[in-house]
T-cell receptor
Framework: GQNIDQPTEMTATEGAIVQINCTYQTSGFNGLFWYQQHAGEAPTFLSYNVLDGLEEKGRFSSFLSRSKGYSYLLLKELQMKDSASYLC??????????WGAGTKLIIKP | GAVVSQHPSWVICKSGTSVKIECRSLDFQATTMFWYRQFPKQSLMLMATSNEGSKATYEQGVEKDKFLINHASLTLSTLTVTSAHPEDSSFYIC??????????????FGEGSRLTVL
Protein backbone atom coordinates (compact mmCIF):
# COMPACT_ATOMS: atom_id res chain seq x y z
CA GLY A 1 0.00 0.00 0.00
CA GLN A 2 0.93 3.63 -0.22
CA ASN A 3 1.97 5.41 2.91
CA ILE A 4 3.22 8.81 3.97
CA ASP A 5 4.54 9.25 7.52
CA GLN A 6 5.24 12.50 9.30
CA PRO A 7 5.17 13.45 12.98
CA THR A 8 1.81 14.49 14.35
CA GLU A 9 2.99 17.51 16.25
CA MET A 10 6.15 19.49 16.90
CA THR A 11 6.95 22.45 19.11
CA ALA A 12 9.65 25.03 18.51
CA THR A 13 10.70 28.44 19.77
CA GLU A 14 10.38 31.70 17.89
CA GLY A 15 13.62 32.50 16.08
CA ALA A 16 14.84 28.91 16.14
CA ILE A 17 15.10 26.27 13.40
CA VAL A 18 12.85 23.24 13.02
CA GLN A 19 13.02 20.23 10.71
CA ILE A 20 9.88 18.32 9.80
CA ASN A 21 10.54 14.86 8.42
CA CYS A 22 8.48 12.87 5.94
CA THR A 23 8.99 9.28 4.83
CA TYR A 24 7.04 7.69 2.05
CA GLN A 25 6.28 4.44 0.31
CA THR A 26 4.36 4.90 -2.92
CA SER A 27 3.76 3.19 -6.22
CA GLY A 28 6.03 5.29 -8.35
CA PHE A 29 7.32 8.76 -7.72
CA ASN A 30 6.75 11.96 -9.61
CA GLY A 31 7.71 14.48 -7.01
CA LEU A 32 7.19 15.45 -3.40
CA PHE A 33 5.36 18.52 -2.23
CA TRP A 34 5.19 20.44 1.00
CA TYR A 35 2.13 22.52 1.79
CA GLN A 36 1.35 24.83 4.69
CA GLN A 37 -2.14 24.88 6.09
CA HIS A 38 -3.38 27.31 8.72
CA ALA A 39 -6.37 26.21 10.73
CA GLY A 40 -9.60 26.62 8.81
CA GLU A 41 -7.85 27.50 5.57
CA ALA A 42 -6.89 25.65 2.42
CA PRO A 43 -3.30 24.48 1.96
CA THR A 44 -0.78 26.74 0.27
CA PHE A 45 2.14 25.48 -1.78
CA LEU A 46 5.60 25.68 -0.23
CA SER A 47 7.95 23.49 -2.26
CA TYR A 48 8.37 20.77 -4.82
CA ASN A 49 11.26 18.30 -5.06
CA VAL A 50 11.68 15.70 -7.77
CA LEU A 51 15.49 15.33 -7.74
CA ASP A 52 17.67 14.48 -4.77
CA GLY A 53 19.07 17.37 -2.84
CA LEU A 54 18.17 20.56 -1.09
CA GLU A 55 15.92 23.28 -2.49
CA GLU A 56 16.13 26.59 -0.68
CA LYS A 57 13.45 29.24 -0.82
CA GLY A 58 13.90 32.04 1.67
CA ARG A 59 13.43 30.81 5.23
CA PHE A 60 12.13 27.48 4.01
CA SER A 61 14.19 24.65 2.52
CA SER A 62 13.14 21.19 1.42
CA PHE A 63 15.34 18.13 1.03
CA LEU A 64 14.71 14.90 -0.84
CA SER A 65 16.40 11.49 -0.92
CA ARG A 66 14.58 9.24 -3.34
CA SER A 67 16.66 6.16 -2.46
CA LYS A 68 15.65 6.51 1.17
CA GLY A 69 12.06 7.58 0.53
CA TYR A 70 12.72 10.56 2.75
CA SER A 71 12.21 14.29 2.74
CA TYR A 72 12.36 17.08 5.24
CA LEU A 73 11.15 20.64 5.43
CA LEU A 74 13.48 23.02 7.23
CA LEU A 75 12.12 26.25 8.64
CA LYS A 76 14.61 28.87 9.82
CA GLU A 77 14.16 32.01 11.89
CA LEU A 78 10.78 30.82 13.04
CA GLN A 79 8.02 33.36 13.36
CA MET A 80 4.75 33.06 15.24
CA LYS A 81 2.89 33.09 11.92
CA ASP A 82 4.64 29.83 11.01
CA SER A 83 2.35 28.06 13.47
CA ALA A 84 0.38 25.82 11.13
CA SER A 85 0.09 22.29 9.85
CA TYR A 86 2.64 21.18 7.28
CA LEU A 87 1.50 18.58 4.81
CA CYS A 88 3.81 16.28 2.90
CA UNK A 89 2.40 14.87 -0.34
CA UNK A 90 3.88 12.55 -2.95
CA UNK A 91 2.77 12.33 -6.56
CA UNK A 92 2.63 8.68 -7.57
CA UNK A 93 3.03 7.03 -10.96
CA UNK A 94 -0.53 8.00 -11.89
CA UNK A 95 0.17 11.64 -11.06
CA UNK A 96 -2.14 11.44 -8.10
CA UNK A 97 -1.18 13.10 -4.84
CA UNK A 98 -0.87 10.90 -1.77
CA TRP A 99 -1.16 13.05 1.35
CA GLY A 100 0.43 12.67 4.75
CA ALA A 101 -1.68 13.43 7.80
CA GLY A 102 0.21 16.64 8.42
CA THR A 103 2.47 17.90 11.19
CA LYS A 104 1.08 20.52 13.49
CA LEU A 105 3.84 22.98 14.30
CA ILE A 106 3.45 25.03 17.48
CA ILE A 107 5.68 28.07 17.85
CA LYS A 108 6.28 29.39 21.35
CA PRO A 109 7.59 32.88 22.15
CA GLY B 1 0.10 32.32 -9.31
CA ALA B 2 -3.09 30.82 -10.60
CA VAL B 3 -6.26 31.62 -8.66
CA VAL B 4 -8.98 29.18 -7.72
CA SER B 5 -12.13 30.57 -6.15
CA GLN B 6 -14.51 28.48 -4.12
CA HIS B 7 -18.00 29.48 -3.05
CA PRO B 8 -19.58 29.54 -0.56
CA SER B 9 -16.98 29.72 2.21
CA TRP B 10 -19.46 28.78 4.88
CA VAL B 11 -22.79 27.05 4.61
CA ILE B 12 -25.21 25.81 7.23
CA CYS B 13 -28.11 23.69 6.14
CA LYS B 14 -30.79 21.46 7.55
CA SER B 15 -30.52 17.71 7.40
CA GLY B 16 -32.04 16.34 4.22
CA THR B 17 -31.37 19.35 2.05
CA SER B 18 -28.85 19.61 -0.78
CA VAL B 19 -25.92 21.98 -0.96
CA LYS B 20 -23.95 23.04 -4.01
CA ILE B 21 -20.34 24.20 -3.82
CA GLU B 22 -18.70 25.91 -6.77
CA CYS B 23 -15.04 25.86 -7.72
CA ARG B 24 -13.77 28.25 -10.38
CA SER B 25 -10.37 28.73 -11.94
CA LEU B 26 -10.23 32.48 -12.48
CA ASP B 27 -7.22 32.99 -14.70
CA PHE B 28 -6.50 29.64 -16.26
CA GLN B 29 -8.25 26.66 -17.79
CA ALA B 30 -8.39 23.64 -15.58
CA THR B 31 -8.92 20.41 -17.41
CA THR B 32 -8.72 18.57 -14.11
CA MET B 33 -10.10 19.59 -10.75
CA PHE B 34 -9.97 17.67 -7.51
CA TRP B 35 -12.39 17.62 -4.61
CA TYR B 36 -11.16 16.92 -1.11
CA ARG B 37 -12.82 16.53 2.25
CA GLN B 38 -11.01 17.26 5.48
CA PHE B 39 -12.31 16.40 8.92
CA PRO B 40 -10.89 18.21 11.95
CA LYS B 41 -7.28 17.34 12.69
CA GLN B 42 -7.13 14.97 9.75
CA SER B 43 -5.40 15.14 6.41
CA LEU B 44 -7.00 15.93 3.10
CA MET B 45 -8.95 13.02 1.69
CA LEU B 46 -9.42 12.94 -2.06
CA MET B 47 -13.05 12.39 -2.90
CA ALA B 48 -13.03 12.56 -6.68
CA THR B 49 -11.18 13.74 -9.74
CA SER B 50 -13.21 15.87 -12.08
CA ASN B 51 -12.35 16.08 -15.77
CA GLU B 52 -13.99 18.62 -18.02
CA GLY B 53 -16.68 17.13 -20.19
CA SER B 54 -16.61 13.67 -18.67
CA LYS B 55 -17.82 11.85 -15.61
CA ALA B 56 -15.90 12.29 -12.40
CA THR B 57 -13.75 9.51 -11.03
CA TYR B 58 -14.64 8.78 -7.43
CA GLU B 59 -12.34 7.35 -4.82
CA GLN B 60 -13.24 4.13 -3.12
CA GLY B 61 -15.82 4.61 -0.42
CA VAL B 62 -17.19 7.89 -1.80
CA GLU B 63 -20.83 7.67 -2.84
CA LYS B 64 -21.16 9.15 -6.30
CA ASP B 65 -24.94 9.48 -5.98
CA LYS B 66 -24.55 11.48 -2.82
CA PHE B 67 -21.69 13.70 -3.93
CA LEU B 68 -22.59 14.86 -7.42
CA ILE B 69 -19.75 16.43 -9.35
CA ASN B 70 -20.18 18.38 -12.54
CA HIS B 71 -17.33 19.83 -14.57
CA ALA B 72 -19.23 21.50 -17.37
CA SER B 73 -16.55 23.95 -18.44
CA LEU B 74 -12.80 24.43 -18.24
CA THR B 75 -13.22 26.96 -15.44
CA LEU B 76 -16.02 25.56 -13.31
CA SER B 77 -16.62 22.42 -11.32
CA THR B 78 -19.44 21.95 -8.82
CA LEU B 79 -19.91 19.55 -5.93
CA THR B 80 -23.47 18.94 -4.76
CA VAL B 81 -23.97 17.20 -1.45
CA THR B 82 -27.40 15.65 -1.79
CA SER B 83 -29.65 14.92 1.17
CA ALA B 84 -26.99 16.14 3.55
CA HIS B 85 -26.73 14.66 7.03
CA PRO B 86 -24.77 15.81 10.08
CA GLU B 87 -22.00 13.33 9.34
CA ASP B 88 -21.40 15.18 6.06
CA SER B 89 -20.34 18.24 8.01
CA SER B 90 -16.76 18.85 6.96
CA PHE B 91 -14.36 21.17 5.20
CA TYR B 92 -14.61 20.66 1.45
CA ILE B 93 -11.73 21.90 -0.69
CA CYS B 94 -11.28 21.96 -4.43
CA UNK B 95 -8.05 22.26 -6.34
CA UNK B 96 -6.98 22.52 -9.93
CA UNK B 97 -3.88 21.95 -11.97
CA UNK B 98 -2.89 24.20 -14.80
CA UNK B 99 -2.05 21.22 -16.96
CA UNK B 100 -2.60 17.48 -16.74
CA UNK B 101 0.32 15.56 -15.30
CA UNK B 102 3.94 15.50 -16.37
CA UNK B 103 4.79 18.91 -14.95
CA UNK B 104 5.45 20.06 -11.42
CA UNK B 105 1.81 19.25 -10.83
CA UNK B 106 1.41 22.18 -8.52
CA UNK B 107 -2.10 22.30 -7.24
CA UNK B 108 -3.89 25.56 -6.66
CA PHE B 109 -6.47 25.34 -3.96
CA GLY B 110 -9.75 27.08 -3.48
CA GLU B 111 -10.38 28.72 -0.15
CA GLY B 112 -12.44 25.79 1.06
CA SER B 113 -16.09 25.50 2.05
CA ARG B 114 -17.08 24.64 5.58
CA LEU B 115 -20.35 22.73 5.61
CA THR B 116 -22.36 22.33 8.79
CA VAL B 117 -25.45 20.17 8.62
CA LEU B 118 -27.86 20.64 11.48
Amino acid sequence: GQNIDQPTEMTATEGAIVQINCTYQTSGFNGLFWYQQHAGEAPTFLSYNVLDGLEEKGRFSSFLSRSKGYSYLLLKELQMKDSASYLCAVMDSNYQLIWGAGTKLIIKP
Amino acid sequence: GAVVSQHPSWVICKSGTSVKIECRSLDFQATTMFWYRQFPKQSLMLMATSNEGSKATYEQGVEKDKFLINHASLTLSTLTVTSAHPEDSSFYICSARTSSGGDTGELFFGEGSRLTVL
